[in-house]
């Protein structure tokens, strides 16, 4: 067991590696998630996702190793009923943080799935991209965290990735 336990570090996930443009950051490689979040299949297996988004002390937190430092776009990747809009993010990288009100619901039904036997494992369904802004972020290895400033009618939405994005 001691040695397992020494052996669980995730290396942080690079961002602009290889000159790539995009950058995904799944909610299943957080490398901390807080509060009563917790994931739809309860492993944070392949496709999975947060939900029960509930509380502003709920949180999510990445680590990342910016590559090369610049401006990045930021998007949230989420599904959310009309009934729960109107929620405020805030997204914090580095010494900057950005906030966004979520207006638009977005809350299609699973994607249909040719299993002859129901599986254990959530399904896929498509996700609406929330624009967060453009966010400074140095060289260096720091961490991205997800919060909500305020929580509408009692569920923030159900959140799959966020993407950073570098235009140059």
Do not use: C
Request: charged share 25%; proline share 4%; net charge negative.
């Amino acid at each position: 067991a001691a040695v397992t336990a020494e052996t669980m570090y995730s290396p942080p996930i690079p961002v602009r590696y290889h000159a790539a443009k995009q950058t995904r950051l799944p909610a299943i490689e957080a490398t901390k998630v807080e509060g009563d979040l917790h994931y739809k299949e309860g492993h944070a297996r392949a496709n999975d996702w947060l939900i029960n988004w509930t509380d502003t002390e709920d949180q999510i937190t990445w680590e990342i190793e910016v590559v090369e430092a610049g401006n990045y776009q930021i998007e949230v990747e989420y599904v959310v009923s009309e009934e729960h809009l109107g929620s405020i993010l805030v997204l914090s990288g580095g010494e900057s943080s950005l906030t966004n009100t979520i207006t638009e619901a977005f809350n299609p039904l699973e994607l249909p799935s040719p299993d002859r036997i129901e599986r254990k494992e959530v399904y896929e369904k498509e996700w609406a991209k929330l624009s967060m802004g453009e966010l400074w972020l140095e060289k260096g290895v720091q961490q991205i965290e997800l919060a909500a400033m305020k929580v509408a009618n009692e569920e923030v939405m159900e959140l799959k990735s966020v993407y950073l994005t570098r235009n140059f």
